[in-house]
């Protein structure tokens, strides 16, 4: 029960925790895999708009599985050129264990609150004009005229 939590146990019981456990629920909420084997996950909203959740472990403290939801309009660019329009700058809850049995009840922890903030915020947020009419994003610097022109010229276009 005090065995060493070693970076290979935390990596290959996340794997597993992905594959049982987070993958199931975002595919019963719309989501795919990007690839076969990546912790990217995305969902098409319409209109050439999608949104992608990747996964991330941060060495910070005893270290935390993090996530970032970014949107991308295919007419923009895509996530291989990481030509996202704009990032959601809102709270995320992180997943977290010293040993295998912390992190599945983190886990467990993490998709409730997934399902009750995080999926209504995205389901809020599915459509051009929903993301400029909100200041929770974050639109980078760069290319950002060029953002804010295609939120604008796509909000017309559909009356969403």
Do not use: C
Request: zero cysteines; glycine letters at 4%.
């Amino acid at each position: 029960m005090t065995e060493k939590f070693t970076p290979k146990d935390r990596k290959k019981e996340f794997d597993k925790i992905f594959k049982d456990k987070i993958l199931p629920f975002f595919e019963t909420n719309g989501f795919k895999r990007h690839t076969k084997t990546s912790k990217r996950l995305f969902k098409e909203l319409g209109n050439e708009l999608s949104v992608f959740i990747f996964f991330d472990y941060k060495n910070f403290g005893d270290g935390f599985y993090d996530m970032t939801i970014s949107y991308f309009d295919s007419e923009f660019g895509d996530v291989y050129d990481d030509q996202y329009i704009v990032m959601a700058q809102i709270s995320m809850p992180t997943i977290s264990g010293l040993n295998a049995e912390q992190l599945n009840s983190s886990t467990d922890l993490w998709i409730k609150d997934i399902n009750s903030n995080i999926l209504p915020f995205i389901n809020k947020h599915s459509t051009h004009k929903a993301i400029l009419n909100a200041n929770q994003f974050y639109i980078s610097k760069s290319r950002e005229k060029e953002r804010i022109d295609l939120l604008e010229r796509k909000s017309k276009m559909n009356k969403n």
